[in-house]
């Protein structure tokens, strides 16, 4: 894909300018690590297989000009070489690249990379500055560590699927690709926090990141109340928080949430929608009173804010500082003036506004403009990368010849 402003694609400008990263992920946890990693400015070098690439390319639809929207949504600010591990000539060019490169991410099979000879032992011994980072569904210990894992199995496995749901109903999968974003999330925390002392220190680590542990740690306010007493929960339609009242309501046109923290602010509610004697009530006074009697307050409030319309209702709770919000739909939330005031939908560059990423959460005064470049075509940087690490035009051309890698121009002719 050629680019209409390269400038505006140039890496390197936020904190972690100057780090090498070498990502061999596939599907959604691994990218989004490495994409987060390139949005502060690494330079990430994505390695794919021959033909296919990630598997990622293959979800969908949706597609703009054969690009799937969930790939793409991970992918930004990466530069794609192709090369065949399975082939022993793609295998040695694959340790070039790790062996200048100050971080090297996976999500392969165990076994897999023990053959291949670029499992963490062996990497960690012939390379002792590289950051080395799994990811997996169960990590790199215990009975079930070669075990596949995906997002629905982990959220299955956490226990967190067994919170989900309308009360009385089956247990459900949160409807987004929860486990894989959050681990992405804390496996470039933890490649950050790394990275600082690598640059002090020289030294590397192992980093041992699975999305069974992540989603744990999502869960664990559940599971310290559940250790320390506490009933052990099911799905509630959202009711049984900690906090009352903390939940989804219906007012008369649609569905809100009000959430209310703390003692000051349930006063301040209770009188903001005309219902005073709750806010006087003693036995309401404290979150632990609300608790026990939620089922009173909630049939109150409930029949209170049906009568009047969504809108209504955080207009006056606005007022006194009490967060609340309509449940909205994607249609709403791609249109809020937050959303849209945030800058939080980047247009991914060279589709005419057909497509778009997701800012990363983060936003530094540093980098006030976040680079956006699209998600690399297959095999489209497998010249400039391998030229970058010293293979000769002959030995490039040999390499493809052989399948080793794949370069751009091949791809042009499979398509």
């Not at 990430?44 to 390319?57: F, M, N, W």
């Not at 009047?308 to 500082?321: F, H, N, P, T």
């Not at 391998?386 to 091949?410: M, P, T, Y």
Request: with cysteine.
């Amino acid at each position: 894909m050629s680019h209409e402003n390269e400038d505006e694609y140039e890496t390197g400008r936020g904190p972690l300018s100057g780090l090498k990263v070498i990502d061999l992920t596939t599907s959604y946890a691994g990218p989004t690590a490495a994409m987060y990693l390139a949005d502060l400015g690494a330079d990430v070098i994505k390695v794919e297989r021959p033909g296919s690439g990630d598997d990622a390319r293959g979800w969908g639809p949706p597609f703009v000009d054969s690009r799937s929207a969930w790939f793409a949504s991970a992918n930004r600010n990466k530069r794609s070489v192709v090369i065949d591990l399975r082939h022993p000539d793609g295998l040695a060019a694959l340790r070039r690249l790790i062996a200048t490169a100050d971080v090297f991410i996976e999500n392969l099979n165990p076994a897999k990379l023990r053959t291949s000879g670029i499992g963490p032992d062996r990497l960690r011994q012939d390379f002792p500055h590289l950051i080395y980072c799994a990811i997996s569904g169960f990590g790199l210990s215990g009975p079930d560590c070669e075990l596949p894992g995906y997002d629905l199995v982990a959220q299955a496995r956490s226990g967190m699927m067994s919170v989900t749901g309308a009360e009385g109903g089956t247990p459900q999968r949160v409807s987004t690709a929860l486990s894989d974003i959050v681990t992405g999330m804390c496996a470039a925390l933890a490649i950050s926090a790394a990275a600082v002392r690598q640059r002090e220190q020289g030294t590397g680590d192992l980093i041992d990141m699975s999305l069974l542990d992540c989603d744990l740690a999502l869960m664990a306010p559940r599971i310290a109340a559940y250790l320390a007493g506490a009933p052990e929960p099911a799905p509630s339609g959202g009711t049984d928080s900690v906090l009352a009242v903390y939940q989804t309501f219906s007012a008369a046109d649609r569905e809100l949430v009000v959430a209310i923290g703390n003692d000051a602010m349930w006063a301040r509610f209770c009188r903001a929608v005309g219902l005073p004697h709750l806010a006087a009530d003693a036995a309401l006074a404290d979150n632990e009173g609300r608790r026990r009697n939620r089922g009173v307050i909630v049939r109150e409030v409930g029949a209170r804010l049906r009568t009047r319309s969504a809108a209504e209702w955080i207009s006056v709770l606005a007022d006194v500082q009490v967060p609340c919000s309509m449940v909205q739909g994607l249609s709403e939330v791609v249109a809020d003036a937050q959303v849209v005031a945030r800058g939080a939908l980047l247009p991914v560059p060279g589709t005419e506004g057909r497509m778009h990423t997701v800012h990363s959460p983060f936003r530094l005064a540093s980098t006030p403009i976040a680079p956006n470049s699209p998600s690399p075509d297959l095999a489209a940087h497998t010249t400039e990368i391998l030229s970058e690490h010293g293979f000769s035009d002959a030995e490039i051309e040999e390499l493809a010849g052989s399948g080793a890698v794949e370069v751009a121009e091949q791809q042009g002719a499979r398509r």
